[in-house]
């Protein structure tokens, strides 16, 4: 909703409507919901929520095309991030509600929108892309939208990438945020290559952390993992956050230098179920590599080893 976004992965934001209906795991703590119902009491998530258009939509994407003219440069706006361009009836009141009409004029309008700005490339992402791919099938997408699925876990990847590779985009991406257990994008192989070592048909993958209150930590061999599996199939990588969650061997790095006991952290130790046990520890001079720290989304920053990954298509 801004023609500019702190986003690292995008150069503005574009939202025609707010509100939609959590699915998976990665959806708990969703921070467009927190926003939309929580701090601004608009009550547009769920089934039973109204989705709401955002007036001002027009005028924010007329001003980002004029950014782009003006730097010379193509922009990558990111399109919904208050909801889900690709919702189905199915988790917004079925096919006679106003909130399914209300959607379907909006997403017609956004189509005419995606071919008269040739100067701008439109991120979807979503977490229905079975919706996308049956949608999309007979209509020829713009060369300008790239189309995403969010991929949290195993189980989400294993569900969701083969329905994203059924979408014919330019540019398909995965976002890999926020990253709640270790994802291996070589097996089952999606795409029915022989190598196991193949993303083919994945042109980029974002990794992040959850940030906000109730955020759940990110073991890093997790980030590393898809950090390597990308590197040894040539797809660029982007890092976006720690979230709130550090390691605490990174401690020192972001200027944390005054730490006479673990215990003015919150500490979360993982074991070998996959589980976090988040609570106070003792200080002690030897700790798992995958302790974490809660010291908060700033301070945690977005250093992996030591280095900003910053890669695009």
Request: include cysteine; hydrophobic fraction near 35%; proline fraction near 5%.
């Amino acid at each position: 909703m801004a023609e500019e976004t702190g986003i690292e992965w995008a150069d503005a934001t574009l939202n025609l409507w707010w509100g939609c209906t959590k699915v998976s795991e990665g959806c708990k703590n969703c921070y467009a919901e927190h926003l939309s119902d929580q701090r601004y009491k608009r009550g547009a998530w769920g089934p039973k929520g109204e989705r709401q258009e955002v007036k001002s939509w027009r005028s924010t994407l007329a001003k980002v095309s004029k950014r782009a003219k003006a730097e010379g440069r193509r922009l990558r706006v990111f399109c919904s991030s208050m909801s889900d361009v690709f919702e189905g009836p199915e988790t917004c009141g079925g096919e006679d509600s106003a909130n399914w009409r209300l959607m379907r004029r909006l997403f017609d309008e956004l189509w005419e929108e995606w071919e008269g700005h040739s100067e701008l490339d439109f991120l979807v992402l979503t977490k229905r892309p079975e919706n996308a791919a049956e949608w999309l099938k007979d209509l020829g997408l713009p060369g300008n939208v790239w189309v995403g699925t969010s991929v949290e876990n195993q189980q989400e990847a294993n569900k969701r990438i083969p329905e994203l590779l059924r979408v014919d985009a330019s540019v398909r991406f995965l976002s890999c945020e926020p990253l709640l257990g270790p994802v291996d994008l070589q097996y089952p192989c999606f795409n029915g290559a022989d190598s196991l070592h193949s993303l083919e048909g994945i042109d980029w993958v974002i990794c992040g952390g959850e940030s906000g209150l109730n955020a759940r930590p990110m073991d890093p061999d997790w980030v590393r993992s898809l950090r390597d599996q990308c590197q040894l199939a040539e797809v660029p990588f982007l890092f976006k956050q720690w979230g709130e969650w550090l390691p605490w061997m990174d401690f020192l790095d972001v200027g944390i230098e005054d730490c006479p006991e673990a215990s003015r952290f919150k500490c979360a130790y993982h074991d070998e179920d996959n589980q976090w046990e988040i609570g106070f520890s003792d200080w002690q001079d030897e700790l798992p590599d995958n302790t974490m720290g809660r010291v908060g989304k700033k301070k945690a920053g977005r250093l992996l080893d030591g280095r900003e990954w910053n890669e695009f298509p």
